[in-house]
């Protein structure tokens, strides 16, 4: 027993004249330059260390560093990719002797990240780890055995403690910048390949929002670093600021998540996140190559977009003013061709700006430089919208294809909740075929070229009552006209239509009404927003069921709709029509009194002749 306490008093004055001779005859300044020179090799950047490296006694051995900055390659607007104020990290030295590593707390302070994109489209991150570090490998043939992988030593860490942490984000190509400050980052004690708890509390800080976020997650790394698991991880707190939907944005997720780190692949499983009350879950995953695949399953309550919706801003200019219109951006949709994705999402409604949307499902395709809605599928007023669509890159031409198909809805209500418009109601199916190059507004409108078809079922057309106009016209001629609604009710309409140069031209347009049948053709231009129309309204029979009799059955009468959009006006020739009826009439009341004259005429004619033949007779 003595001669292993003598053993033990040995290695313990061992120790304390090691560390007494590492303190007294070691300065950690000596070995700055092979720092910068390592880390260049790794990291491929210039590391530059500042302050002054020193030895912590207490409470644990340690070193603490000065300012320490990771520069940035050339062509960047930042000098520094990174640069930490303070850092210092303790040691444990005992375990060392068994191969252990146990590092205390790690405290780092000052740290500041610019994150930045070049004009060239070019991240700063690039080329990192890029360094050759690794001696030239040798052209003679290696018989000997493949060498087992190290194996990491065991490490252990008590905590980290990150303060005053500020991440810059510039995007020169879009002319961006945000700025990101966390308050506080900290973690508990781990050892590789156990499961510890991770507690981060982030105070974030922007231009456009301040907010606190408290992360919780059993997380465990692999003894390998290959992997990182996150379980029951969950994230909530809020956001806020004047640029956050509703002032302020609640959260609350619950998931868990696998993260392998080479390749970087992440998954998330059992996803259930609520925002404000909206909620969603399903899984989904990540992963990193030379495209990006991303694979996801969602499900989605009904949610009620309002109360996100920012109000509209009160407009700054006068009102003799008028603000020039923003300049139009081809978006860039090269990205299409650096992803492959494959998702489903589903929603059970959505409210926005007035608008009810019933059950969505959504399919998303991403591969080769495309984008499809593979379909869209979306129950709203009764009926059903159906969407397939392309969208690709095309060499940067940005062309779409669309085939839309609308069945049952009732358009009226659609109509008001959308665009506030009262033109036209009743059950309606559409179908559309279209495609076009360019995604601009302008573009759109003006590009567009497409064919498709209408019918509408039991509806009306708002805005001219036909059979009141026909009454009016005959009020002009001595009899009474009463005001009634500008509603004309039909039993069908329907037609077909085809799309080119930004004009809808709408070949052929038929109504059936119960008194009435409406034919003719016409122009919608989208450019400008305006509606021609040359259409012919023929009677049938009575007007039963839209009020009055009519005495102009059989009569073709022209119907002119022109003007914009949102106010269109109808034009009824009914005087035409009616000077046309009354021309007839007069030409055949002409026609008859000239028979009546020719008759009698010829009836004269005939008794004179009657008369001389009785007075010739008597000469006889």
């Known amino acids: 027993m003595k001669k292993l306490l003598k053993i033990l ?181 781990f050892e590789l390949g156990k499961e510890t708890s991770l507690d981060i509390i982030l105070s974030v800080v922007t231009k456009e929002f301040v907010g606190d976020l408290n992360l919780n997650a059993k997380m465990t790394v692999q003894q390998d670093l290959s992997a990182v698991a996150l379980n029951a991880l969950t994230l909530n707190g809020s956001l806020k600021g004047d640029n956050v939907p509703a002032g302020k944005m609640d959260i609350d997720l619950k998931t868990a998540a696998s993260i392998a780190l080479s390749p970087v692949v992440a998954d998330v499983e059992k996803l259930a996140l609520d925002i404000n009350g909206m909620k969603m879950d399903g899984s989904a995953s990540v992963a990193l190559a030379d495209k990006t695949k991303v694979r996801f399953n969602l499900a989605a309550t009904e949610w009620d977009l309002n109360p996100l919706i920012p109000a509209p801003k009160e407009d700054e200019a006068t009102p003799t003013e008028e603000k020039a219109p923003a300049p139009e951006v081809e978006p860039d949709l090269s990205v299409l061709n650096t992803l492959d994705v494959d998702g489903k999402l589903t929603f059970e409604g959505f409210k926005a700006k007035g608008i009810n949307v019933g059950k969505t499902a959504l399919t998303v395709l991403v591969k080769d430089g495309s984008a499809k809605l593979a379909p869209l599928s979306v129950d709203l007023y009764q009926g059903n919208m159906t969407l397939n669509a392309t969208v690709s890159h095309d060499g940067g031409r940005n062309s779409y294809q669309i085939d839309k198909v609308l069945k049952g809805v009732q358009i009226l209500p659609l109509l008001k909740d959308a665009a506030d418009i009262d033109m036209l109601a009743g059950n309606t199916e559409f179908n559309l075929k279209a495609s076009g190059q360019g995604l601009t507004v302008s573009k759109i409108k003006q590009g567009l070229v497409g064919n498709g078809s209408f019918a509408i079922k039991d509806g009306a057309l708002y805005g001219i009552n036909i059979a009141q106009k026909l009454r009016s016209a005959k009020a002009a001629l001595g009899s009474d006209a009463s005001e009634e609604e500008k509603k004309t009710d039909f039993t069908a309409l329907h037609g077909k239509f085809a799309m080119k140069n930004g004009v809808v031209d709408n070949t052929s347009l038929d109504m059936e009404a119960p008194f009435l049948r409406l034919a003719g053709k016409g122009t919608a231009d989208i450019l400008k927003e305006l509606v021609d129309y040359h259409l012919k309204v023929t009677l049938v029979g009575t007007s039963k069921g839209q009020g009055g009799s009519s005495d102009l059955a059989g009569l073709a009468i022209p119907l002119k709709v022109s003007g914009s959009f949102t106010d269109p006006k109808f034009g009824l020739d009914t005087s035409g029509a009616l000077k046309a009826k009354l021309d007839a009439e007069k030409a055949a009341l002409k026609a008859k009194a000239n028979e009546k004259l020719e008759k009698a005429k010829k009836e004269a004619e005939k008794k004179a002749k009657d008369k001389l033949k009785d007075k010739l007779k008597g000469f006889f």
């Open 9 to 189: 008093l040995a290695l313990v004055v061992l120790l304390v004249l090691a560390v007494s001779a590492l303190l007294i005859f070691v300065d950690p300044n000596d070995y700055k330059s092979e720092i910068e020179t390592q880390a260049k090799t790794a990291l491929n950047r210039d590391l530059k260390i500042n302050g002054d490296l020193g030895w912590v006694i207490f409470p644990k051995l340690g070193i603490a560093t000065g300012q320490i900055e990771l520069k940035n390659a050339a062509g960047f607007s930042k000098d520094n990719l990174a640069k930490i104020d303070n850092l210092s990290v303790s040691l444990d030295v005992m375990p060392l002797i068994s191969g252990e590593i146990v590092l205390g707390q790690l405290s780092l302070d000052g740290l500041n990240f610019n994150l930045e994109t070049n004009k060239a489209g070019v991240s700063n991150l690039e080329g990192m780890g890029s360094g050759k570090s690794a001696p030239p490998q040798s052209t003679t043939t290696d018989t000997t055995q493949p060498a087992t992988p190290t194996k990491l030593p065991k490490l252990t860490l008590a905590g980290i403690d990150i303060t005053n942490t500020n991440i810059t984000v510039i995007d020169q190509k879009l002319g961006s910048e945000t700025d990101l400050s966390i308050k506080l980052i900290e973690l508990g004690r």
